[in-house]
């Protein structure tokens, strides 16, 4: 794995399953804010890299994707830690209901899969990854520590 500061985001090159321990630790060393966005196309692996940011933060839990859950509640030294997959939502209505914005308010570090299903619960800045699966199989990773939601690039691909 290469990783560069760009401007105002990190990218992370040739990134493999055995980088992500190292691209967890880096990515939860620089984050700006408690909620952040994994943004990518289906499959491209946010629910593995979420359980590594999960392991990276000191959680013992063994993360899975809350696909059905929606919301996952982890705890470790550091204290909770929520992954929100918002990919079930037929609404912001619906993440209301399931109280999202309690969660947001809690402070505690959240991350969300599928964010632009809740993109106006979301604060005004968040962090923000994109991952793009490459040809050989690897991933490139951007992760934007500081972002206006009016600037993310929803359904990335």
Not at 19 to 44: F, K, Q, Y
Not at 63 to 68: A, M, V
Not at 70 to 83: A, M, V
Request: with cysteine; aromatic share 12%.
């Amino acid at each position: 794995m290469r990783f560069t500061f760009q401007n105002d985001h990190w990218c992370y090159e040739a990134v493999t399953l055995a980088d992500l321990p190292t691209l967890a630790a880096h990515i939860l060393d620089h984050t700006e804010h408690h909620v952040n966005l994994l943004e990518a196309p289906m499959g491209s692996g946010k629910t593995t890299l979420c359980n590594a940011l999960l392991e990276a933060w000191g959680s013992e839990d063994r993360g899975s994707s809350p696909t059905f859950a929606l919301i996952e509640e982890h705890y470790g030294p550091k204290g909770r830690f929520y992954h929100l997959d918002a990919y079930r939502l037929t609404s912001e209505e619906e993440a209301y209901d399931v109280g999202l914005e309690e969660y947001l308010e809690d402070g505690c570090p959240m991350w969300i899969e599928w964010g632009e299903k809740v993109r106006s619960l979301l604060p005004y800045t968040v962090g923000v990854v994109y991952l793009t699966a490459t040809p050989s199989g690897q991933r490139t990773v951007r992760f934007y520590p500081s972002l206006s939601t009016q600037k993310i690039a929803w359904n990335y691909e």
